[in-house]
Structure formats: structure tokens, C-alpha cells
């Protein structure tokens, strides 16, 4: 088995801990020989305990980066921009959990069960670079692939459900604090804090991140952008509508889409349930005996800490000709940041690109 030197920056952070907490688990293809950790100033010098051993954080700095095989990016895109053509050009493996070259041309974005055939050792070893998408793109074109390669993808729409976690470490303080706030003090002011533009406790929000000139937040106009690039269909007809939730973890989405052919719900579960990383629960007429762990549906604090996308609610509508509504939930942590982000090395380990990088 590969031997490698992995490096995390922004190993502090919610994404860099579940990396952590994933790699610990050993549920890789390649072995850990060494863990380098990175994130800010504030955090430098501070220890984290690894399979029994402690590492020291770490300013990002290039010699130290130049030691690791595989550099997970699990910071904000700044600082991807800022070491990642560097540490290319020295053929590290750079994977990259931020925003920052998920639109480039030549840098795959990349859901392996969707189209991992573009990690491709050739090419990778020109220009070592890869991006994971966004946490609401990778669920939705986990669903929308195989039904566009079965039954041809005509139109989508789209509203998500997003938890706090998906602002990070400091959002999940902020929605502790105002509930807190709430029980203990009787204070639930609409107020803004400096994760969100309105409270989020108890309350629900259409808006994630900036609001773009055609009207479309950032965090829309990324989910549409990097599914037409996933699906390599750049023209497809795709509305979104991102609202954050006061939940801590686990990204819903209730998806209607229009199929070029006539499908029944139970074929559309048949088709999901034949795809890598989907579980279909949607056992309406069951009895409440026969509804196992999920029950009839999936809720997002349900998929905390498991790695699969979840499908629920699966069913016919009339508003287009072949229409199908249903609902989607996964953790916004593990297969939307850093399980799918660990895939990744996991497959450039399989596929022969780290060998080749390490011979470079
Ligand atoms: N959360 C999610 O669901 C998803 C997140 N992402 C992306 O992943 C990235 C990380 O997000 P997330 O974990 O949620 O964020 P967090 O806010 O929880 O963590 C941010 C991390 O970045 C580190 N950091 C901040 N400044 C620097 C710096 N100058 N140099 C090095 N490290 C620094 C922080 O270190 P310190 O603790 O020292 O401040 C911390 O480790 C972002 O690009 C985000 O867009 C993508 C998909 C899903
Ligand atoms: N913006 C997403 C998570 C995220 O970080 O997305 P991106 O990597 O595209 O900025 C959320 O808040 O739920």
C-alpha cells in the first residue's frame, strides 16, 4: 500500500477536523506515514493528537508543504490561491476544498462516483490540481448523474436546507449562543451577527452568502455553475434557491426536475439505489415495524457522521411533462467537504498519479 504525507490546512477548522476524524478512521486506500497540520497565526504551535501521536500546527509555510504527497485545502479560497500554483509546479497533489479553482478550465471538479474518470494520471502530473465542489453540488449531482445518463436531463429546480456548520466553526458558535440566548435571557432580537445578516435561531434565512447583480446569491450561483461543469452540461436549465436552516449539521435539498422520458418513482428509485454513495428511504406504505433506522424519510441530523446521500420522497408531478420531485440529505461535512475531498487522494492513490507525482 502507498506510503504519504498528508497535509491539512485548515485542520483546525469543521471540515479539517472531520479530514482528521476520516483519516484516523483508516478507511483509505493508502497508508499515513506522516500528517502535517496548518492554519492560522492563532493556532500555530498548538498540538493535535493523531492515532496516539501529537502534532504540532503549523503556520501554512512552502518548504514544510513541499514535504507532503497530498495537501487537503480546507481553508478559506485566498490562501488556495495563494500556495497551490506553488506547490503544483513541485508536484504536490493539491485538493481543494475551497471555492478558489472550482470554475478554472484546466483543474477537474471532481465527485468521484460521478466522474472520477478525470483524475486522470497524464494529465494531473501537467498541473497536480483538483477541486471538490461546493456542499449542496455534490449531493445534487450524486442524484441528477444517473438519472441524466438513464433518462436525459431536461430542467431542475432547486431549494436547499443549510445548516449552520456549512459557515463554519465560528456559525456554529453563533447559533449555540443565540438559542442560548433565547432560553436563558428571553432575547431573540432580530439582530446580525457577524456570521449572518439576521438571527438565526429560530428563524430561517434565503440567503447564503452575497447577492450577485443578476440577483442570485454566491452560494446559487456556485451550485449552478459547478453542476453544469460536473455534467458537463453547460446549458442546462437549473434554478436554485439556498436558505440557511437552524440546524447544526447535514445539508437538505428538495429537488424537482424534468426527465427527457416518461418515468415512474419507482423506476427513478430503482436507478438511484444502483448508484455508488445513494440511499434510497422512502417506504411510504410500509408498516411503522418494517421502516427500519430512517423511518420513512431522512432528516439532516440523521446523516451526521455517515457518508452516504440519502433520497426520500421520491415521486411523480404534473408541473412539467416528465416531472419528478423528491429530497435529498447528506453531511455537509463528510461526502459534501472532506470525505469527498479524501476520495480523491483515495482514487489518485489507486490510479497510479501519486506514484507518478512522486517520480516527478
Ligand atoms: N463547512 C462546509 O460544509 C464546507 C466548507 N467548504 C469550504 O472549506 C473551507 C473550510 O471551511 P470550514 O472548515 O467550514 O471553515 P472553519 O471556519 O470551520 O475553518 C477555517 C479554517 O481555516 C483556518 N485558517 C484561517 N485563516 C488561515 C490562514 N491565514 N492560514 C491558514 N489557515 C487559516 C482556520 O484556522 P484557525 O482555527 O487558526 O482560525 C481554520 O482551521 C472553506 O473554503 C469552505 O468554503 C466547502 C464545502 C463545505
Ligand atoms: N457556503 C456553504 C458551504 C461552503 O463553504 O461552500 P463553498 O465551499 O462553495 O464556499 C454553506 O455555507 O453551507
Redesign the pocket.
Known sequence: MLELTIGIVGATGVVGQTALDLLADEFTDFKVKKLKLYASRASAGKMVTFCNSKITIEEPNLPSMLECNAILFATEASISTEFIPKLAEHGVLCID???AFRAHPSVPLVVPEVNGHLLNPNELKKFPVVASP??CTIPLVMVLKPLQDKFGLERVILSTY?SVS??GKPAIDVLTEETKNFFVNQDLTCGKSEIFPKSIAFNVMPY??GILDNGDTD?ES?IISESRKILNSPKLPLAATSVRVPTFVG?GESVTLELSSKVTASQIKETLSEFPGIQIIDEKSAKDEDLGTYGLFVTPRETHGKDDVFVSRIRNTDVFQNGISLWIVSD?LRKGAALNAIQVINSCAANGTLKALSSK
Open positions: 476544498k475551497s471555492s461546493n456542499c443549510q456549512g459557515a447564503v452568502a452560494e456556485k445539508h455537509n
